[in-house]
């Protein structure tokens, strides 16, 4: 029983393609919520020269992103003081890539986040989109089955449509600027989005799945 409980093999491993593809090549400093074991974070490292950070929850996760990554921090976000850890705009890319749903108050993490990126500073996100097809035809057939990852992973405490998403980034101050469908399994079904501060006009370019708004 207790084996059904686990997450798949390479949760915790896996370097997200497409979320590294939406990583602005230019970050220098870069916060990722949820690093795992720095897969993701060794990716970009190999792409481009910069600087890259991990806070991550899993302790045995973490040890693992410490021999990828330049810092990692372990413990829950949802507690930790960010003023004792990070400078003012001491980032300008903040990677959260399906965690934000993880969180009991994700859009207080954001905000508390907000004064250590820079003005001109990119978040990178991948959430899962409940407004999929497969979910909502199980929910009217009287189904909400919680799996070992996806959309209904049993360890999600939040649940996004993408016209939700793009609410609460707008509520931080952020414009979506690119958003596109999610296939990358363990994370089918999901919106990989980039936003930034709307400091000038943004452009807006998107791919979905039918009903994903």
């Given at each position: 029983?207790?084996?059904?409980?686990?997450?798949p093999?390479?949760?915790?491993?896996?370097?997200?393609?497409?979320?590294v593809?939406?990583?602005?090549?230019?970050?220098?400093?870069?916060?990722?919520?949820?690093?795992?074991?720095g897969?993701?974070?060794?990716?970009?490292?190999?792409?481009?020269?910069?600087?890259?950070?991990?806070?991550?929850?899993?302790?045995?996760?973490?040890?693992?992103?410490e021999?990828?990554?330049?810092?990692?921090?372990?413990?829950?976000?949802e507690?930790?003081?960010?003023?004792?850890?990070?400078?003012?705009?001491?980032?300008?890319?903040?990677?959260?890539?399906?965690?934000?749903?993880?969180?009991?108050?994700?859009?207080?993490?954001?905000?508390?986040?907000?004064?250590?990126?820079?003005?001109?500073?990119?978040?990178?996100?991948?959430?899962p989109n409940?407004?999929n097809?497969?979910?909502?035809q199980?929910?009217?057939?009287?189904?909400?089955?919680?799996?070992?990852?996806?959309?209904?992973?049993?360890?999600?405490?939040?649940?996004?449509?993408?016209?939700?998403?793009?609410?609460?980034?707008?509520?931080?101050?952020?414009?979506?600027?690119?958003?596109?469908?999610?296939?990358?399994p363990?994370?089918?079904?999901?919106?990989?989005?980039?936003?930034?501060?709307?400091?000038?006009?943004?452009?807006?370019?998107?791919?979905?799945?039918?009903?994903?708004?």
């Open positions: 029983m207790i084996s059904s409980l686990m997450p093999e390479g949760y915790y491993d896996h370097p997200r393609p497409e979320v593809a939406i990583i602005p090549t230019t970050a220098v400093r870069i916060l990722e919520l949820g690093c795992a074991g897969a993701l974070g060794a990716s970009v490292k190999q792409r481009q020269g910069c600087h890259f950070t991990g806070l991550e929850y899993v302790a045995e996760a973490a040890h693992r992103a021999t990828r990554i330049d810092r990692v921090i372990v413990g829950d976000c507690t930790m003081d960010f003023a004792s850890l990070f400078g003012l705009q001491e980032f300008d890319c903040l990677v959260a890539a399906d965690v934000l749903e993880h969180l009991r108050d994700p859009e207080a993490v954001l905000r508390e986040l907000k004064p250590f990126l820079r003005s001109n500073a990119t978040i990178v996100t991948s959430i409940v407004r097809l497969s979910v909502l199980s929910a009217v057939e009287g189904n909400w089955t919680y799996q070992n990852a996806g959309i209904l992973d049993r360890t999600h405490l939040r649940f996004f449509t993408l016209r939700e998403i793009r609410n609460m980034f707008q509520r931080l101050g952020f414009d979506v600027e690119y958003a596109a469908a999610s296939t990358t363990p994370w089918p079904s999901g919106n990989a989005l980039a936003v930034r501060r709307p400091s000038k006009p943004v452009r807006s370019r998107s791919t979905m799945f039918p009903l994903k708004r």
